[in-house]
């Protein structure tokens, strides 16, 4: 095997998961081809890109378009207190839930997180996501950090950078015309959405 592309549906989309192919194999139009794959016949398309300029080229040949741009950011945490944030979530996706679950996330009402020094927010959707989040930096000790990907216009940008979270890595959401480009949830997995 010299390349692998993933995807999964998201409402009435496809979405682009994965796509790698070996150093020694690019520029031959593998990337192409396996990623033309696994989009198939759908007309609807989006993926999160990476910075490669190969994959932005790819995903542009498929109609996926730059849109705008996915920041993870990474803080330390607040320190204060280590209640358990466990309960039923409260909102859909449930096979995405159950996905997150099986590989040893924490699921909250609003949040999916995976524990770790560095603790992964695989999700959040919340009304209310400031406090979701200083439930969750609160639950996170000083010593360790909070990472997590928000979309770059999200008010939560600012919320975060004045809290000491600084941009690690950025994705650029690229997709077809007719998905909606606005994500509707505050922060997100940047492999699945
Ligand atoms: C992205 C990736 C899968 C592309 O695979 P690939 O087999 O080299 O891709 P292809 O040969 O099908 O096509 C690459 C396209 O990018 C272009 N390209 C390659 N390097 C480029 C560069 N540095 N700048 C601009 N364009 C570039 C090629 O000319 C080609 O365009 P064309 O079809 O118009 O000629 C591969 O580079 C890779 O595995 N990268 C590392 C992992 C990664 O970042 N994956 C994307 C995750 S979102």
Do not use: K
Not at 46 to 75: E, H, I, N
């Amino acid at each position: 095997m010299v390349g692998v592309a993933g995807s999964v549906r998201v409402g009435g989309a496809v979405m682009v998961t994965d796509l790698f192919v070996a150093a020694e194999y690019r520029g031959r139009g593998l990337g192409g081809r396996v990623a033309a794959a696994v989009v198939n016949e759908a007309s609807r398309r989006c993926t999160f890109s990476s910075s490669d300029p190969a994959a932005l080229r790819v995903y542009a040949s498929l109609g996926m378009l730059p849109r705008w741009q996915l920041l993870t950011m990474r803080g330390p945490g607040a320190g204060l207190g280590s209640e358990s944030l466990v309960a039923e979530w409260a909102h859909g996706r449930l096979d995405l839930v159950a996905h997150f679950a099986s590989i040893g996330a924490e699921v909250g009402a609003h949040h999916i997180a995976l524990r770790g020094s560095v603790v992964q927010l695989l999700r959040l959707e919340s009304d209310a996501p400031h406090d979701v989040l200083a439930m969750l930096l609160s639950s996170v000790p000083m010593t360790d950090q909070l990472e997590l990907s928000v979309c770059e216009h999200d008010e939560l940008v600012a919320w975060l950078l004045a809290r000491g979270f600084e941009v690690v890595d950025v994705d650029t959401f690229c997709a077809t015309d007719g998905v909606d480009v606005s994500v509707g949830v505050p922060c997100v997995h940047r492999g699945l959405l």
